[in-house]
């Protein structure tokens, strides 16, 4: 069981002692640059600790929010020596240029609505501060968006509680593979 022996070294990585910070530091890095999306982390920490998730949940939207202001300072003043080489990495140039176009249109709603959108959270964050966005409104905008999504996220595994971590369990295979499956489509999908 491949899926099943990975499944339980996350579930206990997930109780180690210094895992809420692991967790900070993935979800400020996530705003910015890093490639990990933090619900990886966030999801089985909650899972491992029901008693905790709204804790985590609460420490995972501040450190987001914290990180999505390093993403905006990289856009307002390093757009071109950084946000520019992260955009590339990511292979996100009409990704950005979509984000552009929707923060023509919305405005600071984008960055709420990014806290759920396919497209990397870090790419809204570069782009606010490319675009020279209010800091108080892409604060607040950001501190709502990604709190529901980290909060729908723990609400979901608290309501599941037991008899979803024995759904998971029983499943994980198929879920492990059918993860890689979908993983494998998106990546021929967005690259062709």
Request: net charge neutral.
């Amino acid at each position: 069981m491949i899926f099943g022996d990975l499944y339980n070294r996350v579930i206990a990585w997930s109780r180690h002692r210094h895992a809420p910070y692991y967790l900070c530091a993935v979800s400020a890095m996530e705003s910015s640059f890093f490639p990990v999306p933090t619900a990886f982390m966030l999801a089985p920490m909650c899972l491992a600790d029901r008693d905790r998730a709204w804790w985590l949940a609460l420490i995972t939207t501040v450190s987001s929010v914290v990180g999505g202001l390093l993403g905006y300072l990289i856009g307002m003043f390093f757009f071109d020596a950084v946000g520019e080489q992260i955009i590339e990495f990511y292979d996100a140039r009409d990704k950005f240029e979509q984000a552009v176009a929707w923060f023509a249109e919305y405005g600071v709603w984008v960055v709420f609505i990014a806290g759920f959108s396919p497209i990397p959270y870090k790419l809204f964050t570069i782009t606010s501060g490319m675009l020279g966005l209010a800091v108080a409104p892409f604060v607040l905008a950001s501190l709502v968006g990604r709190a529901g999504q980290f909060f729908l996220i723990a609400g979901l595994l608290v309501l599941g509680g037991a008899r979803l971590e024995r759904s998971i369990r029983r499943y994980v295979e198929w879920i492990g593979w059918g993860v890689l499956a979908l993983v494998v489509l998106a990546y021929l999908f967005l690259r062709h």
